[in-house]
């Protein structure tokens, strides 16, 4: 199963930029306020004991600082390709006072870590918005170690019919609401709505982990599968 968001790199790359300081907001308001729960329910389903975790499209650095503070004892590297998340995130790592917590530019489609370099890779939010996911699926794979674990956080189109027509509705007035609060970032913000819509189905993305060549994945929905969580491991 191929999939491409048809979105040129550079332009993802320009609107995460552009949208950096109102992200934690949006991310807010587009999750009614659960994001931070999910990221903390996608850490629990981590089994291991690991030494090397890497926290990809790490964006303003939430996950990756969660991270650091539930295993201690290792060491995190958060990447993302948005320079003016990063610049937030730094800040944020900075305040938390974390000591083995790194932020780090970077591809998730070509990644520069030698192969079984992590115990764990996590990524939320951040899937839909590369332009081949199954290129990062891929590079996860080849950079976990035997064992190692993968936990994707991610938004999806609802599928329940009942439940749709609330979250279309939802996003109807939300829209354009946050154009108005955010007229020169309409765009931008358009962009994050329109990638959960063009996304694959939760089922499929257990197919593409398959593809991939993880074992053992599990599914956890979140908000009437509004989210979820995605697990797999390497062999």
């Not at 290129?135 to 064992?147: C, D």
């Not at 007229?183 to 990638?195: H, P």
Request: contains cysteine; aromatic residues 10%.
């Amino acid at each position: 199963m191929a999939l491409t968001n048809k979105v040129p790199e550079k332009d993802v790359r320009n609107t995460f930029n552009t949208i950096a300081n109102d992200y934690d907001k949006m991310n807010s308001i587009m999750s009614l306020g659960t994001h931070n729960k999910w990221r903390v329910k996608a850490t629990d389903m981590i089994s291991n004991h690991p030494k090397r975790i890497l926290d990809l499209c790490c964006g303003t650095a939430d996950w990756t600082i969660l991270l650091g503070k539930k295993f201690p004892l290792a060491r995190v590297s958060g990447m993302d390709f948005s320079q003016e998340m990063l610049k937030i995130g730094q800040s944020k790592v900075g305040q938390s006072g974390l000591a083995n917590v790194e932020l780090l530019a970077g591809d998730a489609m070509n990644l520069t870590f030698l192969d079984n370099s992590f115990d764990v890779v996590t990524i939320g939010f951040g899937l839909r918005n590369v332009p081949d996911a199954n290129a990062v699926l891929r590079e996860i794979y080849r950079v976990l170690k035997p064992g190692g674990q993968i936990v994707c956080l991610e938004a999806y189109k609802v599928e329940t019919p009942v439940i749709r027509l609330g979250w279309q509705v939802y996003f109807n007035k939300l829209m354009p609401m946050m154009g108005k609060l955010f007229a020169s970032k309409k765009d931008e913000y358009q962009y994050l709505d329109d990638s959960v819509n063009k996304f694959v189905s939760i089922s499929q993305l257990v197919e593409m982990y398959h593809q991939a060549g993880f074992e053992n994945v599990e599914v956890k929905d979140l908000m009437f599968k509004a989210a979820a969580i995605h697990f797999g491991e390497k062999k």
